[in-house]
């Protein structure tokens, strides 16, 4: 039987929203990925589908009603008063007020929404707007205003797609995840993100009531390591729990051009963990997440699409890729002014290979024996 044509939803909204000048989400990021895509004939007839925007009603589902209102108050007045932004973290230099704080999120919501229908009789789907994990149901947080990677997997609940697994391999625990699902029977959570970074939370042992295995990583976390994480943690956990569907959060801060994470990760290990789960399961549904240089994002994000199209990555872009990466700016971080000849002329990196430390291996060998 034939696989099911994998899909990519996107949106202009990610074009045109910004969360502010001075943001580290002023970076065009998705609308690249779909520039990208598009300039290498990615997205053959059906492919491509343009995402819907969640209603409140949809939100509502996990996120309080005074919560949405709020959030739809906050895009009509372009401000929130003292109340607001003390109950609702709305406002603040993390979680800015800009001109599409709720049909930005709401866009993203209802992609993975979406995505989560889409995937019903199989396939897999690549919806780089969502994953914003650190939203929680009556405040924002770390940049998230609305927790899709939650409301993607209550919508396959829902479904009646269930066991479910989610993974992260953002650089930051998915906080906001881990407390819809903390307890629950039929979702487990898998999350690899850098020890001593925002938000503080996934220590090894925590377990999140028997539903998560949280693996903190040291700094400098190298391809190598991240295929031993990938064959010795993810993998047998996922197939011992016999999902029905998968969810990725594939945040693009693991990498080592990131400034606001120490990961050392090319985005080969990004597309070989996608890859790999592609296989343990009927569905699979890939988010965005973190990410804050212009071009490792849209490199990283549309070589997994490339991955899960199974469309050939050439060794150097053509002219029109290539001109999308070249009018890309970014002024204020490491490498943003002389960034290398590479981040135009192509869309996977180097790899970055090194020793496996013992205290990572220590760590895997306690999660192993839980």
Request: net charge neutral.
């Amino acid at each position: 039987m034939t696989a099911p044509q994998a899909r990519f939803i996107g949106s202009d909204i990610y074009r045109g929203s910004s969360y502010g000048a001075w943001h580290p989400l002023r970076i065009p990021r998705v609308s690249t990925v779909m520039d990208l895509a598009r300039a290498l004939g990615w997205f053959p007839e059906g492919a491509y589908i343009n995402s819907p925007r969640a209603k409140p009603a949809a939100l509502e589902i996990w996120h309080t009603p005074a919560y949405v209102r709020a959030l739809q108050r906050a895009e009509a007045e372009g401000e929130v008063d003292a109340a607001t932004r003390e109950r609702h973290a709305l406002g603040t230099t993390a979680n800015p007020v800009f001109a599409e704080v709720f049909r930005r999120p709401a866009t993203s919501a209802g992609g993975v929404m979406l995505a989560a229908e889409l995937v019903l009789r199989g396939g897999v789907v690549h919806a780089p707007g969502g994953g914003t994990h650190h939203a929680f149901p009556d405040y924002a947080g770390g940049f998230c205003y609305i927790n899709d990677p939650v409301l993607c997997l209550l919508s396959l609940r829902r479904l009646g797609l269930c066991p479910l697994v989610y993974v992260d391999i953002d650089a930051h625990h998915c906080d906001g995840v881990q407390h819809a699902f903390a307890g629950a029977e039929d979702v487990r959570l898998i999350s690899v993100h850098e020890e001593r970074r925002w938000p503080f939370t996934g220590a090894l042992e925590d377990t999140a009531g028997g539903a998560a295995f949280n693996l903190p990583v040291p700094r400098g976390l190298n391809d190598s390591e991240m295929r031993a994480i990938l064959h010795e943690l993810i993998l047998p956990r996922v197939a011992e729990f016999r999902p029905q569907a998968i969810v990725l959060q594939c945040g693009a801060d693991a990498v080592d051009e990131d400034p606001l994470s120490r990961l050392q990760l090319s985005n080969n290990a990004h597309r070989s963990v996608a890859l790999a789960l592609r296989d343990m399961a009927p569905r699979l549904i890939v988010l965005g997440g973190g990410g804050y240089n212009p071009w490792s994002v849209a490199r990283l994000w549309t070589g997994v699409w490339a991955a899960l199209s199974d469309q050939p990555i050439p060794d150097r872009l053509p002219p029109a890729a290539e001109a999308v990466l070249r009018a890309l700016r970014w002024d204020r971080a490491r490498g943003g002014k002389t960034p290398p000849d590479h981040w135009f002329t192509t869309l996977a990196d180097a790899p970055r290979e090194g020793p496996v430390r013992a205290d990572l291996r220590d760590r895997l060998a306690k999660l192993a024996r839980r």
